[in-house]
């Protein structure tokens, strides 16, 4: 199946139990533990106000920083780097250019948001947040709730499709084999 623009052709997203590729399985459980922890970012957030630091002793919103940090941190510093030194390359030797640019792309732009959102955490995790840190932390995180729900999409409905269409099961199993030893 070729597509001319793989982001104008959405296919139906796929249940992880139907990803018959390696690296799409991969790809998509690391999605699916992403949007889990922004879910429960986005919802602290609509909870406390952006004027209204959370209590530095919230347990709730310290175990949300966590998740945050090292979801973040692991998306930005090897799913991003993985997709963008094996995964987007393999596709361009399929004639498959266009998702790699796009993607990546909206990869330097979350990395930026996420880059900030992880060092206020950070920051917030050893000293709690004030009145300007946590605002600043309220508008970033929405921002980067936003930017990675977006691109998460695009991945499932567009690029583990894509990977599931043209990569054979020898390119599949050493693309997966690389991702594991990236870890």
């Given at each position: 199946m070729?597509?001319?623009?793989?982001?104008?052709?959405?296919p139906e997203i796929k249940s992880p139990m139907q990803h018959t590729s390696q690296i799409a399985r991969l790809l998509h459980d690391e999605h699916m533990e992403e949007?889990?922890?922004?879910?429960?970012?986005?919802?602290?957030?609509?909870?406390?106000k952006s004027t209204t630091p959370p209590a530095?002793?919230?347990?709730?919103?310290?175990?949300?920083?966590?998740?945050l940090i090292g979801n973040t941190d692991t998306q930005i510093n090897q799913h991003f780097v993985f997709e963008e030194t094996f995964l987007f390359p393999k596709l361009a030797e399929c004639g498959e250019v266009g998702i790699g640019m796009v993607l990546a792309s909206e990869h330097q732009a979350i990395r930026e948001t996420g880059?900030?959102?992880?060092?206020?955490?950070?920051a917030a995790r050893e000293n709690g947040f004030n009145a300007d840190s946590w605002h600043q932390f309220h508008q970033l995180a929405g921002e980067l709730i936003e930017w990675v729900i977006s691109h998460v999409q695009k991945e499932e409905m567009a690029l583990l499709p894509l990977i599931e269409d043209i990569l054979d099961e020898k390119a599949d199993g050493d693309l997966a084999q690389s991702y594991m030893a990236s870890r």
């Open positions: 070729e597509l001319s623009c793989p982001l104008c052709t959405m949007v889990a922890v922004l879910e429960r970012l986005e919802g602290a957030l609509q909870k406390q530095t002793d919230d347990s709730f919103m310290t175990g949300i920083l966590i998740d880059t900030a959102v992880i060092a206020l955490a950070r």
